[in-house]
């Protein structure tokens, strides 16, 4: 069966501003009622999160079903991904040339994922990372490359939320605005 998530990844947040921008953007989810501010055991692989608020509606674009489960939000370097499976390219955030990493079998693409594992194990420690396109040779920030179905996001704060409905984009908008308008990516996923 397993449990869905959503999360909502900011790609402009600084180490430095994390923390302020994720108590930005909590305060507008408990203020329109998507969340509560308690904190209580409703967040799979976290202590506590906030579970949803009396408007959680307000967020959603059918109302398939009520989340019983919440929000946690991650500050610090994390790389963000759909769960189960794996993005089939990534595309340069130059030229925009898709990189290949599986076949249409979903066989691994020899040496192609390599770079991105390397440059993911250097980001993870240090929050800055780039891997060089094969089609135009230009170094990319590996937060500006595209994947599949925004399989993978990296970036220093993503509001998490489990077993919720699909998004709407209203929400999404109004989110990012909290944020001081920066730029939000939508990773979703199952584990």
Request: glycine share 12%; charged share 20%.
């Amino acid at each position: 069966m397993g449990s869905h998530f959503q999360t909502v990844v900011d790609l402009d947040a600084t180490p430095a501003d994390a923390p302020f921008l994720a108590a930005r953007g909590l305060a507008w989810l408990v203020a329109e009622g998507i969340v509560s501010a308690e904190r209580t055991d409703c967040v799979l692989g976290a202590p506590l999160g906030h579970p949803p608020g009396p408007l959680w509606t307000k967020a959603v674009r059918h109302l398939d079903w009520e989340p019983d489960d919440g929000l946690n939000i991650e500050t610090g370097p994390t790389v963000f991904h759909g769960g189960q499976g794996d993005a089939m390219y990534a595309a340069c955030p130059h030229c925009a040339a898709r990189v290949d990493l599986y076949t249409d079998e979903w066989e691994a693409v020899e040496g192609a994922w390599e770079p991105f594992a390397k440059a993911i194990d250097v980001w993870c420690d240090t929050g800055r990372a780039a891997v060089a396109c094969p089609r135009c040779g230009r170094a990319g920030d590996l937060a500006a490359w595209s994947w599949e179905s925004d399989h993978y996001a990296f970036g220093h704060l993503g509001f998490e939320f489990w077993d919720w409905p699909e998004f709407s984009a209203g929400f999404l908008e109004g989110l990012a605005r909290s944020l001081g308008g920066h730029r939000t990516v939508l990773v979703a996923g199952k584990l």
